[in-house]
C-alpha cells in the first residue's frame, strides 16, 4: 500500500470548517422545521383554491369512492374537469 502524505495544518483546519457548516446549516434547517405550525406544513387544499369552483365537488365525490359513479353531480364535475382539462385554449 502507497504512503499517503499526512494533512497539512491548512488542510486539516478547512476540513473542520466544512464540517461545522454543515453541521450548522443541518442545525438551522431542522430548527426551521421545528418551529413550522402544522398549518404551514400542509398544502392548500384544492377547494380552498378559489380560482377552481368544482374543486368542493371533485373532493366530495373522491370522498363518495364507487358510489360516485352513480351520482349524475359526480359525472358532471368530471365532465367539466375533463373539458377544461383537455381544453385547446392558449396552446400553441
Known amino acids: 500500500m502507497p504512503d499517503v502524505a499526512p494533512l497539512s495544518d491548512q488542510?486539516?483546519?478547512a476540513r473542520y470548517v466544512l464540517i461545522a457548516l454543515g453541521l450548522g446549516t443541518l442545525g438551522a434547517l431542522a430548527a426551521a422545521v421545528a418551529t413550522q405550525s402544522p398549518d404551514d406544513r400542509r398544502?392548500?387544499?384544492m377547494a380552498s383554491?378559489?380560482?377552481y369552483p368544482i374543486a368542493a365537488t371533485l373532493l366530495r365525490c373522491?370522498?363518495?369512492g364507487d358510489a360516485a359513479l352513480a351520482d349524475s353531480g359526480c359525472r358532471a364535475a368530471w365532465a367539466e374537469h375533463?373539458?377544461?382539462f383537455l381544453a385547446r385554449e392558449g396552446r400553441p
Open 11 to 13: 488542510a486539516r483546519r
Open 43 to 45: 398544502s392548500p387544499s
Open 49 to 51: 383554491r378559489s380560482a
Open 62 to 64: 373522491q370522498a363518495l
Open 82 to 84: 375533463r373539458r377544461r
